[in-house]
């Protein structure tokens, strides 16, 4: 198979394996107690505080879905809004200890769910799979 072909059909396995598998663990995400969008903006502020557009932007949605979001989520207790120090007329989202309590709960379960399927390998497999991931990191890190 000519170079270019394989790496089209490698990043063509790889985009698919990638959506299984991570539609394969979010199975357990209602388990949270959150629903699945909420989770996934809650996401969105793992890395700090966020205005609604940011938010809006990363999830892929209009401001007004976010806005909609966002109100049940600090209705929740998930998130609540702050004034922005550099200037008052921005409002800043965080997550609150709940929403960092829920969206680790989330997590661990995800993991520990490829965990269990890593585990089913054979330690020749298991160190090719941390290899692969190895090089994934490194192929994100070049943006």
Do not use: F, N
């Not at 969105?44 to 879905?65: F, K």
């Not at 200037?87 to 490829?114: H, N, Q, W, Y």
Request: zero cysteines; proline letters at 5%.
């Amino acid at each position: 198979m000519p170079r270019d072909a394989r790496e089209r059909e490698t990043a063509d396995r790889l985009h698919s394996a990638a959506i299984h598998l991570l539609r394969r663990v979010r199975r357990s995400d209602p388990l949270t107690g959150v629903p699945a969008a909420q989770l996934s903006a809650l996401s969105v502020l793992m890395v700090g505080p966020r205005t609604l557009g940011e938010m809006a932007a990363a999830e892929q949605v209009r401001p007004p879905t976010m806005s909609t979001l966002v109100g049940d989520m600090e209705r929740a207790g998930l998130v609540r809004r702050s004034s922005d120090p550099g200037d008052a007329r921005i409002v800043r989202l965080e997550m609150t200890a709940k929403g960092r309590r829920v969206l680790s709960k989330g997590r661990d379960m995800r993991i520990a769910d490829i965990e269990r399927r890593i585990r089913r390998l054979r330690q020749e497999e298991i160190d090719t799979v941390a290899e692969a991931v190895t090089i994934v990191e490194r192929m994100l890190r070049e943006d």
